[in-house]
Structures are given as C-alpha cells and as structure tokens.
C-alpha cells in the first residue's frame, strides 16, 4: 500500500531558530530519510519551498481565480512529504511515529488513491 505522510510545521518558527537547532533537526531528517531507504519503504518526497511561494486556483462561478500565496492564515504549513510503500496501515503509522516532524509541528497519514492507466509510466 502507499501513503503519503505530510509534513506540517510552523514556518516562522522555523526561521526563527536558532541555527545550531536547525543543524541539529536537518541531521534528524537525514537519519530518519536514510533508515526510510534502507529499510524499502521509501517511494518519494520532497521538502516544499515555504508557503508564501505558492499560487493557488480556486473555481468560483464559471472562473478562475488565480492568487499568490496561501489562501488561508494557518499556523502549520505543509513543508514536505514523503510516499512510502509498505504492507499495511500498522507499518505506515510505525514510520510516521518516527518522524521528526511530529516534534514541533504533525503529520498527516493519508492513503493514496489507485494511480490511473494513463498516469502509469510502465
């Protein structure tokens, strides 16, 4: 089964680390990432720019509205992710409990959906 584990944190907090702490949370997801690949269960991911970087589309009444930025003030933004590729629920929420996220921000477990034929790159 796949997952994808969202990763939430709160930006400003982040910037407003000290560097040693920042060094010391990177080295955290370095660990975690490499024990992810080693063990198989890593199928992809990535850390996402910050939130002000987004564009979003919304469809409101036959239009399209385009806007920079998040829509919403939120506390936690979606800083990253990871698809993992495991057995079972059990082993997804294992990795997720490991995380370093879960330390200062959360994360989202999600199921993902059956990739359509014509998205398959096989």
């Known amino acids: 089964m796949r997952y994808a584990l969202l990763l939430r944190g709160d930006e400003q907090a982040w910037e407003a680390m000290p560097p040693e702490a ?40 036959g239009s399209i509205q385009v806007t920079d930025g998040p829509y919403a003030e939120a506390r936690e933004q979606i800083g990253g992710f990871y698809i993992l590729e495991v057995n079972d629920l059990d082993e997804a929420l294992a990795w997720a409990k490991r995380c370093p996220a879960l330390w200062g921000g959360s994360v989202e477990l999600r199921p993902l959906g059956t990739e359509p034929a014509e998205l398959s790159s096989s």
């Not at 955290?28 to 996402?48: D, V």
């Open 22 to 61: 920042q060094k010391q949370a990177v080295a955290e997801y370095m660990t975690f990432n490499a024990e992810l690949a080693a063990s198989g269960a890593l199928a992809g991911g990535a850390e996402l720019q910050p939130s002000h970087t987004a564009t979003i589309l919304r469809g409101r009444d």
